[in-house]
T-cell receptor, first 120, second 117 residues
Framework: GAVVSQHPSWVICKSGTSVKIECRSL??????MFWYRQFPKQSLMLMAT?????????EQGVEKDKFLINHASLTLSTLTVTSAHPEDSSFYIC????????????????FGPGTRLTVL | AQKITQTQPGMFVQEKEAVTLDCTYD???????LFWYKQPSSGEMIFLIY??????QNATEGRYSLNFQKARKSANLVISASQLGDSAMYFC??????????????FGTGTRLQVTL
């Protein structure tokens, strides 16, 4: 099956520093990746849609200058949390859409295992 | 914006019994799909089952089945013969079907299922 990895799986950083999270599709090509954030006991909230070779599309209320997304290849998207603060502490999950699912019956997104960010 | 309602924040079910998790949604899209995901305490999102709005029959995948009522915009997940490993959060997520573009998922608030002995 399609596998998506995330790195790191957890990270602790000091307030004011930047943290980069990687999302990789290991055995398929993904023109589109999605970044979600999940606070404790809450649902997943879509932050942005990342398209290979173009600018990401951010959801309303998500600061694009704070959450930098780069999708430089068909298998890698990165999310950089700039000048992180304690309120950015959360579980960040990416998903990748299989290029092969374009036009298929089920537009499947494969999820990574998530990255737990703690900002001190 | 889509509104997805999972009215049961928490559910208990005894092992080997069946349980139904509710999901209603509000969409104006003529064609859409409905996903259910399971999220155990580890955090990973596990795909369970999918129903297309144009599918004539309710979807089934092993112990999972959907009670899909299109007119009511309802897609309840039925888990039969519950197992202890089914204890997790469950999310439903409708998705508009747009040929040629990636359609985002919008997740419901989730239901926490606890399977007891």
């Amino acid at each position: 099956g399609a596998v998506v990895s995330q790195h790191p799986s957890w990270v602790i950083c000091k307030s004011g520093t930047s943290v980069k999270i990687e999302c990789r599709s290991l055995d398929f090509q993904a023109t589109t990746m999605f970044w979600y954030r999940q606070f404790p006991k809450q649902s997943l909230m879509l932050m942005a849609t990342s398209n290979e070779g173009s600018k990401a599309t951010y959801e309303q209320g998500v600061e694009k200058d704070k959450f930098l997304i780069n999708h430089a290849s068909l298998t890698l998207s990165t999310l950089t949390v700039t000048s992180a603060h304690p309120e950015d502490s959360s579980f960040y999950i990416c998903s990748a859409r299989d290029l092969q699912s374009l036009g298929q019956r089920m537009d499947t997104q494969y999820f990574g295992p998530g990255t737990r960010l703690t900002v001190l | 914006a889509q509104k997805i309602t999972q009215t049961q924040p928490g559910m208990f079910v005894q092992e080997k019994e069946a349980v139904t998790l509710d999901c209603t949604y509000d969409t104006s899209d003529p064609s859409y799909g409905l996903f259910w995901y399971k999220q155990p305490s580890s955090g990973e999102m596990i795909f369970l089952i999918y129903q297309g709005s144009y599918d004539q029959q309710n979807a089934t995948e092993g112990r999972y089945s959907l009670n899909f009522q299109k007119a009511r915009k309802s897609a309840n997940l039925v888990i039969s013969a519950s197992q202890l490993g089914d204890s997790a959060m469950y999310f439903c997520a409708p998705q508009a079907i747009n040929t040629g573009t990636a359609s985002k998922l919008t997740f419901g608030t989730g239901t926490r299922l606890q399977v007891t002995l």
